[in-house]
């Protein structure tokens, strides 16, 4: 089954830029997915199709996905962002998800 | 505000079974694929199931296959997961979360229900 892997904790100070990298077999294939949860919430989709912000996402998050490897940016991070990321992808018309990586800004 | 609003979970014993339901409403529901997505207590997010709006394809993750049935009845603008043989890691909450009509990103989360499997 198709699998994909993120780091599980990234830190950040506030201000600063975050990266978020997910990996897969040739994930530059797939469009790929990134939500946000926060403690205690729901999931909220921030980036779509690789690159595509729903309305209501700020600027700052930006994605990219090339080769095996797709990027969750955050320019200018806030303490707000502190969350949960997960990345997603389809495969062979099942979901997969990646195991997640906490954001910390400090 | 468009919504889904699980229902249906609860305590049951390992070999036991729970039928959780959704509720859509202020989108078209029959137009769109429709996901349940659970997250065990502390863990990540798992893809457990999916449907075509007219529910004629069906797709499932491995772990669940041949226990667990998705089902909708867009009349009813609902959404079912009957879930049969539980088993202690099923334990988790389950969010119906809507799949969007061109991207099939999970536009759309509900709230989730918990089912919780022990003895």
């Known amino acids: 089954s198709y699998e994909l892997t993120q780091p599980p904790s990234v830190s950040v100070s506030p201000g600063q830029t975050a990266s978020i990298t997910c990996s897969g077999d040739?994930?530059?294939?797939?469009?790929v997915c990134w939500y946000q949860q926060k403690p205690g919430q729901s999931p909220v989709l921030v980036i779509y199709?690789?690159?595509k912000r729903p309305s209501g996402i700020p600027e700052r998050f930006s994605g990219s996905n090339s080769g095996n490897t797709a990027t969750l940016t955050i320019s200018g991070t806030q303490a707000m962002e502190e969350a949960d990321y997960y990345c997603?992808?389809?495969?062979?018309?099942?979901?997969?998800f990646g195991g997640g990586t906490k954001l910390t800004v400090l | 505000e468009v919504q889904l609003v699980e229902s249906g979970g609860g305590l049951v014993q390992p070999g036991g079974s729970l039928r959780l339901s959704c509720a859509a409403s202020?989108?078209?529901?029959?137009?769109?694929?429709m996901s349940w997505v659970r997250q065990a207590p502390g863990k990540g997010l798992e893809w457990v199931a999916n449907?075509?709006?007219?529910?004629?394809?069906?797709h499932y993750v491995d772990s669940v296959k041949g226990r667990f049935f998705i089902s909708r009845d867009n009349a009813k603008n609902s959404l079912y997961l009957q879930m049969n043989s539980l088993r202690v890691e099923d334990t988790a909450v389950y969010f119906c979360?809507?799949?969007?009509?061109?991207?099939?990103?999970?536009?759309?989360w509900g709230q989730g229900t918990v089912g919780i499997v022990s003895s």
């Open positions: 997603q992808a389809w495969a062979s018309g099942t979901g997969v």
């Open positions: 040739k994930l530059g294939d797939k469009y």
């Open positions: 199709q690789d690159t």
């Open positions: 202020r989108f078209t529901f029959s137009n769109y694929w």
């Open positions: 449907i075509k709006p007219d529910g004629s394809e069906i």
């Open positions: 979360v809507r799949q969007d009509w061109g991207s099939w990103a999970f536009d759309i």
